[in-house]
């Protein structure tokens, strides 16, 4: 399902910004029935090797002949500061669009579990094959760390790609943020809150925020089902991002899986109201047959499910 509320204004903006035809055709797709299955059978439990097992046979395995990564480079001075580039090898005529990619899980750019490897490589291999310049990073782990983190790597982030991504063919007044789980928690929290803005602006020229509990009460307040939220300072109350989604102004994807937690559903709903109110509504998306991990395992493989809505809004801007 889709609920979009644009304005024509906004539209024309946001195709100067990023370009007319600079992303590639897609038809939308549908889970396959037999990955369906499997998807509705793991419901809404976090089991990562279940996820796996679904997803990891239908990946692209290295080396990956479409596409050259440059590995490790350095973006900050903590040693998790490190990102990947994804590049198609076939030239480009002109710059690119650039998709940073940030995750949840342990802020990692891989999974270190057996079958893992392929992701979160599969995001950027689909991201450089259909006209992006892919960018994915690790990230500082939040335990034990203080709220401003999160922003502060999100900006650190974005900030190298402005000064660097020029050189690897992306354009870096055409970048599209891409935030699953935590890594759209933190993205909202730097969005919400310009004194961590990197660029004299926010630096991206949209966001897709898919999967993500955000700090948005009531959605992650303590409660039933949220004992833990006090003790993640991602949720922090003092850092509410409710006021502050008066500052985002840019182009929002919102998507949410049919077997999430109430966290990110909720998150979802308060985030698509907040900004409608605000005259930027988001388009919306409600992935059926989708979980909280297939919502990014699908990526690259027979599953466009997800992958083609992001592609057909991107083209949209």
């Known amino acids: 399902m889709r609920l979009t509320l644009c304005k024509m204004a906004r539209l024309l903006t946001a195709a100067m910004i990023l370009g007319a035809g600079v992303f590639a055709s897609s038809v939308t797709a549908q889970v396959p029935p037999e990955i369906a299955e499997q998807n509705r059978a793991l419901g809404d439990r976090i089991d990562v090797p279940a996820a796996i097992k679904t997803y990891g046979s239908l990946q692209e395995m290295p080396p990956y002949g479409e596409v050259k ?19 198609a090898r076939k030239p480009a005529a002109r710059r690119l669009p650039v998709m940073i990619f940030a995750t949840g899980g342990d802020f990692t750019r891989s999974i270190d579990l057996p079958g893992g490897a392929p992701f979160y490589d599969n995001v950027m291999l689909w991201a450089a094959k259909h006209g992006f310049v892919g960018v994915n990073a690790d990230r500082r782990y939040h335990k034990d760390r203080p709220w401003e983190t999160g922003p502060e790597d999100i900006s650190r982030m974005i900030g190298w790609v402005h000064d660097h991504i020029a050189k690897y063919g992306g354009d870096p007044r055409k970048v599209v943020f891409f935030g699953h789980a935590y890594g759209g928690t933190q993205f909202i929290s730097y ?127």
């Not at 990564?69 to 590049?87: A, K, M, N, Q, S």
Request: aromatic share 10%; glycine share 6%; proline share 8%.
């Open 69 to 87: 990564i440059i590995r490790d480079l350095v973006y900050g001075p903590d040693v998790r500061h490190r990102l990947d580039v994804f590049i």
């Open 191 to 317: 969005a919400s809150h310009p004194e961590f803005w990197c660029c004299s602006g926010p630096g991206v020229a949209a966001a897709a925020i898919v999967s993500a509990p955000l700090n948005l009460p009531p959605a992650t307040s303590a409660g039933p089902g949220n004992a833990s939220r006090p003790t993640n300072s991602l949720f922090d109350p003092a850092h509410s991002d409710l006021d502050g989604l008066a500052h985002i102004t840019i182009p929002i994807f919102v998507g949410t899986a049919q077997f999430d937690g109430p966290a990110q559903s909720q998150s979802a709903r308060i985030l698509q109201e907040r900004l409608c109110a605000a005259g930027h509504c988001p388009e919306f998306h409600s992935f059926e047959n989708h979980n909280h991990f297939s919502v990014m395992f699908s990526f690259n493989t027979s599953d466009g499910s997800v992958s083609d809505a992001f592609l057909q809004w991107a083209r949209r801007l």
